[in-house]
């Protein structure tokens, strides 16, 4: 059983914005600024899209962003576009060097 | 560009041992970072195995401890993994990935490979 929640899906029209949540514990998430946000396309490995909380990593499009309040972290995609559509994951440090992922989120474009 | 690459065994019998090996191409283990083992399985989803720091050090997700070792060999710029008594529940599919903060982020993944666990 994951340690983090996720709601299993999240829809959007092109264009429009869609937020995913990531609720865990004051004992990850609420603990610490080291949540992580991943894109899986079918088949392929997960692309880090987000890490402490709301860092982007070179290449990565501004429409992607993070933000925490709480123990709840979020994942905003803004304009969404087509090849959004994916399976996203958020981790998060959980303390005594232990990371742990959420169930992810499959995100469709309508 | 940093590139990862994992080989071993597809299929291994039960109560035997499932052993990885990771090749990083692009960038050298002992520069910096951390490299981990994470795993994917419809049922698990994705679980974080271990990561190992260039100074050896390891950690591991607390219900895999007493069966997993990970360890690292900078002649080769690999690194590897090795998962004891396995049963079906470990069957899933390997990734290996640097880390960027610790045991957290991971900025670059292998492509992954399929292990079944089965007589």
């Known amino acids: 059983q994951s340690a983090l929640t996720q709601p299993p899906s999240a829809s959007g029209s092109p264009g429009q914005s869609v937020t995913i949540s990531c609720t865990g514990t004051?004992?990850?998430?609420?603990?610490?600024?080291?949540v992580s946000w991943y894109q899986q396309h079918p088949g392929k490995a997960p692309r880090l899209m987000i890490y402490?909380?709301?860092k982007r990593p070179s290449g990565v499009p501004a429409r992607f962003s993070g933000s925490k309040s709480g123990n709840t972290a979020s994942l905003t995609v803004s304009g969404l576009r087509p090849e959004d559509e994916a399976d996203y994951y958020c981790?998060?440090?959980?303390?005594?060097?232990?990371?742990?992922f959420g169930p992810g989120t499959r995100v469709t474009v309508l | 560009q940093v590139q990862l690459q994992e080989s071993g065994p597809g299929l291994v019998k039960p109560s035997e041992t499932l052993s990885l090996t990771c090749a990083v191409f692009?960038?050298?283990?002992?520069?910096?970072?951390?490299w981990a083992w994470i795993r994917q399985s419809p049922e698990r989803g994705l679980e974080w195995v271990g990561t190992?720091?260039?100074?050896?050090?390891?950690f591991y997700t607390p219900t895999l401890k007493t069966r997993v070792i990970i360890s690292l060999d900078a002649s080769k710029n690999q690194f590897s993994l090795n998962l004891s008594s396995v049963t079906a529940a470990d069957t899933a599919l390997y990734y290996c990935?640097?880390?960027?903060?610790?045991?957290?982020?991971?900025?670059?993944w292998g492509q992954g490979t399929p292990v079944t666990v089965s007589s």
């Open positions: 190992i720091y260039p100074s050896g050090t390891t």
């Open positions: 402490e909380v709301d």
């Open positions: 990935a640097r880390g960027i903060r610790g045991v957290a982020a991971f900025d670059y």
């Open positions: 981790s998060s440090y959980a303390g005594s060097n232990i990371e742990v």
């Open positions: 004051s004992s990850d998430i609420g603990g610490y600024n080291f």
């Open positions: 692009g960038y050298s283990i002992n520069r910096g970072f951390t």
